[in-house]
């Protein structure tokens, strides 16, 4: 049986890295793809156009471009896991670009990274992991920080 999942790819490649190694070890790599989405803001958009000189780079194509996304590759490359780019571009929230992508691609499962961060610390930053553990219509496996 085949199994899609979304393995969204912002952040220290460390943390990436680390919930990619989980999802390669758990799943079966034979019938597996997975989807890895970096989430942009617009100023990341122009930032990272500007940083690679180019005008015409459309989101997909930038998003192979980021450190997290190319450490993601990497490690289902080596693995032999099938996988596909999506980059997005999100003014309000990552967590609902997390959501959006995951309905939109049908996929099984959401890996993501957890970070070590005190309750009055999410209060006031909120938390993208939460959101996504909360409206998700899919199973969340999250990657403790113990694991980078």
Request: charged content about 25%; cysteine-free.
């Given at each position: 049986?085949?199994?899609?999942?979304?393995?969204?790819?912002?952040?220290?490649?460390?943390?990436?890295e680390?919930?990619?190694a989980?999802?390669?070890?758990?799943?079966?790599?034979?019938?597996?793809?997975?989807?890895?989405?970096?989430?942009?803001?617009?100023?990341?958009?122009a930032?990272?156009?500007?940083?690679?000189?180019?005008?015409?780079?459309?989101?997909?194509?930038?998003?192979?471009?980021?450190?997290?996304?190319?450490?993601?590759?990497?490690?289902?490359?080596?693995?032999?896991?099938?996988?596909?780019?999506?980059?997005v571009?999100?003014?309000?929230s990552?967590?609902?670009?997390?959501?959006?992508?995951?309905?939109?691609?049908?996929?099984?499962?959401?890996?993501?990274?957890?970070?070590?961060?005190?309750?009055?610390?999410?209060?006031?930053?909120?938390?993208?992991?939460?959101?996504?553990?909360?409206?998700?219509?899919?199973?969340?496996?999250?990657?403790?920080?113990?694991?980078?």
């Open positions: 049986m085949e199994t899609k999942v979304l393995l969204p790819a912002r952040g220290f490649p460390g943390w990436v680390a919930v990619a989980v999802a390669v070890d758990v799943e079966p790599a034979d019938a597996l793809t997975v989807v890895v989405l970096h989430v942009f803001d617009d100023d990341e958009v930032t990272t156009k500007s940083n690679l000189d180019v005008d015409d780079m459309d989101v997909h194509d930038l998003a192979e471009r980021k450190s997290g996304v190319s450490t993601a590759v990497d490690r289902l490359d080596e693995a032999g896991v099938d996988y596909r780019v999506r980059g571009v999100e003014k309000a990552p967590a609902q670009a997390i959501l959006s992508a995951a309905n939109d691609e049908d996929v099984d499962r959401i890996y993501m990274y957890s970070r070590k961060r005190s309750p009055a610390g999410k209060a006031v930053f909120g938390s993208d992991l939460q959101d996504v553990l909360l409206n998700a219509t899919v199973p969340v496996v999250v990657t403790p920080p113990t694991m980078s």
